[in-house]
């Protein structure tokens, strides 16, 4: 009887060590070590000496308006790097100094442009991956990020206006006849 329980003993023990010993091994260095992640808001990556972060597009809940492009370039080379950063049919380039940061952000203290880069042709849905393409020296890669909207209150106020309004305005040329004639006596009599 007391071999019968080191034997039963045995087999659970090794019923233990084995499932946990197997499970630990997904969590090996080995297998986690081609994982990158984005620690904050955008997508980044590396093209030649040049680290782009931060990389993102911010357009309305609908989808339907200009979404407005967001970068931080890092120059870790010795030289000037020439960086373009393309996406749809807009493209913006810049030279960035050995060592130095292009922000474009315009609403950050640390940006280094105070203009901001709509991209009026993008034929993506909010939430899609957009490729971006960006550009140093004879260096090339393509950056997926995330289309977002301002569902999140705090990229309501980096939501691009359109050029030209959808509806008409209300003025008094708008109006019915005997209504301008009334806007037009009130004003006379403020007046």
């Not at 080191?6 to 070590?33: D, F, N």
């Not at 967001?70 to 790097?81: E, P, R, V, Y």
């Not at 393509?142 to 030209?164: A, F, G």
Request: hydrophobic share 35%; charged share 20%; with cysteine.
């Amino acid at each position: 009887m007391k071999r019968h329980n080191r034997a039963a003993l045995a087999v659970a023990a090794l019923a233990l060590v084995i499932p946990v010993s197997g499970c630990a091994s997904l969590l090996s260095p080995h297998q986690t070590a081609e994982y990158h992640y984005n620690g904050g808001d955008g997508a980044s990556g590396s093209v030649g000496d040049v680290e782009v972060r931060g990389l993102m597009l911010i357009t309305d809940e609908k989808g339907s308006g200009p979404a407005q492009l967001f970068f931080t370039l890092i120059n870790k080379g010795d030289s000037t790097a020439k960086v373009s950063v393309e996406v749809a049919d807009t493209t913006v380039s810049e030279s960035i100094k050995a060592g130095d940061t292009f922000v474009q952000d315009p609403k950050s203290p640390e940006t280094s442009s105070k203009e901001v880069v709509t991209v009026d042709s993008l034929k993506a849905k909010p939430g899609d991956l957009v490729d971006v393409t960006v550009k140093s020296g004879s260096d090339e890669k393509v950056i997926q990020t995330q289309l977002l909207t301002d569902v999140l209150p705090y990229y309501e106020e980096y939501v691009p206006s359109d050029s030209s309004s959808d509806s008409p305005s209300e003025s008094p040329s708008n109006m019915p006849s005997e209504d301008a004639g009334s806007a037009e006596g009130t004003a006379a009599a403020n007046g």
